[in-house]
């Protein structure tokens, strides 16, 4: 099982910056892959970054170029860092394990990006 932990979140003007954290509790090269998601009221959670063991990432359109995921192996945490926010960005953004075939989820951080 593997436990993550999100922190980072809060309020933002537009066109800030905020930098997510998601500690595991298990070493990240165990983990197949993290993910970012994003959850706004009374919307689906959509993917927004994600990083495999090997290092590569991917990104939808709508935060290319704005928001990069990064890793450190020493601490097991993942990174969102997000920049050039807008209002639309805001929302409930999650972590997310693929550890085997299971999908394990944090609690979520609230980022809210308003003037």
């Known amino acids: 099982q593997v436990q993550l932990v999100e922190s980072g979140g809060g309020l933002v003007q537009p066109g800030g910056s905020l930098r997510l954290s998601c500690a595991a509790s298990?070493?990240?090269?165990?983990?197949?892959?993290l993910d970012w998601y994003r959850q706004a009221p009374g919307k689906e959670r959509d993917l927004v970054a994600s990083?495999?063991?090997?290092?590569?990432?991917n990104y939808p359109d709508s935060v290319k170029g704005r928001f990069t995921i990064s890793r450190d192996i020493a601490k097991n945490t993942v990174y969102l860092q997000m920049n050039r926010l807008k209002p639309e960005d805001t929302a409930v953004y999650f972590c997310?394990?693929?550890?085997?075939?299971?999908?394990?989820w944090g609690q979520g951080t609230q980022v809210t990006v308003s003037s």
């Open positions: 990083i495999t063991r090997y290092g590569n990432t």
């Open positions: 298990e070493i990240l090269f165990k983990i197949n892959a």
């Open positions: 997310k394990a693929t550890y085997g075939s299971v999908d394990y």
